[in-house]
């Protein structure tokens, strides 16, 4: 069974920086898309980035510049660097995998909170 567990959330302060892990229960080189997404109170879940197997990333232009997405395939573990934090970061991130190029993900963490104060 394929398990993603996050972590690395909490509160801080605006302006400071978070890393967020995802760690994979399978090789996540099998895994063809990685993928963050987050969702706000009283909000939808909305994609912030992702990453193919072969290391190509995607970002929401909103997020460009401040978040970094990567993938450790030695460790089976997902990352996202948020930067430069701001309160309306303030989200529930959550990390998915899909096996298909091109498919509804296949997987979902059951996420990690990040409060960021003003």
């Known amino acids: 069974q394929v398990q993603l567990v996050e972590s690395g959330g909490g509160l801080v302060q605006a302006g400071g920086s978070l890393r967020l892990s995802c760690a994979a229960s399978v090789s996540i080189f099998r895994f063809n898309v990685m993928a963050w997404y987050r969702q706000a109170p009283g909000k939808e879940r909305e994609l912030v980035a992702t990453i193919s197997s072969g290391g190509s990333t995607y970002y929401v232009d909103s997020l460009k510049g401040r978040f970094t997405i990567s993938r450790d395939n030695a460790k089976d573990t997902l990352y996202l660097q948020l930067n430069s934090l701001k309160p309306e970061d303030t989200a529930m991130y959550y990390c998915?995998?899909?096996?298909?190029?091109?498919?509804?993900?296949?997987?979902w963490g059951q996420g990690t909170q990040v409060v960021v104060s003003s």
């Open positions: 998915a995998a899909r096996w298909a190029e091109y498919s509804d993900y296949d997987y």
